[in-house]
């Protein structure tokens, strides 16, 4: 897999069925490995690791309703009084961030009420904070780290 713009990191890797599988520990399970889910558990490790989130309140690829519709968002971690603090759209290295990707998780945040968002294709991050009362974004260089 390719190198990320993340600090090196160790993984689980297994084989089966001619796919490569990698273990997710959120999930607690075996996942196939592919370039998302590469940038997904890169991610979580930098959330674990560098910003030191307590792994009980991450949360990996849980569906939420939308306009009648069910998304599936990457990452969710959580204050611990259960509302989301941060949620983390991750995407392949090959797919450029865009306004699209803005806009997608813009709409996840309308049901979740996140107070930080992150938007990351493994090489390249950006980190915002949400402004509710004027309706918009603001950009950080970094996002917090726990508390």
């Not at 309140?57 to 939420?64: A, F, P, R, T």
């Not at 904070?129 to 918009?136: G, K």
């Given at each position: 897999?390719?190198?990320?713009?993340?600090?090196?990191?160790s993984f689980r890797f297994k084989n089966s069925e001619n796919?490569?599988?990698?273990?997710?520990e959120i999930r607690?399970?075996?996942?196939v490995l592919t370039p998302e889910e590469w940038v997904r558990l890169h991610t979580v490790r930098f959330l674990l690791n560098e910003k030191k989130y307590p792994k009980s309140?991450?949360?990996?690829?849980?569906?939420?309703k939308l306009n009648n519709t069910t998304k599936r968002y990457d990452i969710?971690?959580?204050n611990s009084d259960g509302s989301i603090f941060l949620i983390v759209e991750?995407?392949?290295?090959?797919?450029k961030i865009s306004q699209v990707t803005f806009d997608q998780i813009a709409r996840y945040n309308l049901a979740l009420e996140s107070e930080f968002l992150m938007v990351t294709n493994g090489l390249e991050h950006y980190y915002c904070?949400?402004?509710?009362?004027?309706?918009?974004?603001?950009f950080l260089k970094?996002?917090?780290n726990y508390k």
């Open positions: 897999m390719q190198k990320l713009n993340f600090p090196e990191y796919k490569t599988l990698i273990f997710d607690k399970k075996f996942v309140l991450i949360n990996v690829e849980k569906q939420l969710v971690v959580f991750c995407k392949a290295p090959s797919i904070q949400m402004d509710f009362e004027n309706e918009r974004y603001n970094e996002i917090p």
